[in-house]
């Protein structure tokens, strides 16, 4: 599923982060590709750990946000902290907690990211909903974002 950040969600998530300089970074980058969090997730990752050679048809950020998705679900801390941003959107420590808490959950599952990655992960994770987040799969080969079938 691929989500796009608005102007105006990256303005709010500049004003309540202008003090966290990865964040700041994350946001310029998100600006620059109008929002696109896939893309500016590439430009962040070679930025910190150079290129990867992905196998056709994978996408880097997909399986980051696979191997995320199997921690940060069951993860009931982390649930925790994005319920209570959610109750007070505009509490900038919330929002930097979740960050760094993010960056944390990952490095204890094998998955260094770096702060400003971080950040654009959770901004996707907030934009389309925690329990999207959670239950979405991948769709199949060749139908790239559409949710699979429910039976």
């Known amino acids: 599923m691929d989500a796009q ?3 105006n969600e990256i303005n709010v998530a500049r004003e309540l982060l202008g003090n966290y300089a990865p964040a700041n970074h994350a946001l ?3 600006e620059k590709h109008n929002g696109n969090c896939d893309t500016s ?4 990752w070679v930025e910190n750990n150079g290129v990867l050679i992905m196998p056709e ?3 880097l950020w997909q399986t980051t946000l696979k191997v995320l998705r ?3 679900c069951g993860d009931e801390g982390f649930r925790g902290q994005l319920k209570e941003y959610t109750k007070k959107p505009g509490d900038a420590p919330l929002l930097t907690g979740l960050i760094v808490s993010l ?3 990952a490095s204890a599952h094998g998955l260094p990211l770096d702060p400003a990655i971080a950040t ?3 901004l996707y994770i907030l934009k389309i909903g925690l329990n999207i987040f959670c239950d979405y799969t991948e769709p199949p080969a060749g139908n790239s974002g559409t949710l ?3 039976n």
């Open 57 to 59: 048809g994978k996408s």
């Open 148 to 150: 699979p079938p429910t």
């Open 41 to 44: 997730f590439d430009e962040l």
């Open 120 to 122: 654009v992960i959770v």
């Open 28 to 30: 310029d980058v998100l």
């Open 70 to 72: 199997q921690e940060l």
């Open 103 to 105: 960056v944390g959950v």
């Open 5 to 7: 950040l608005t102007s």
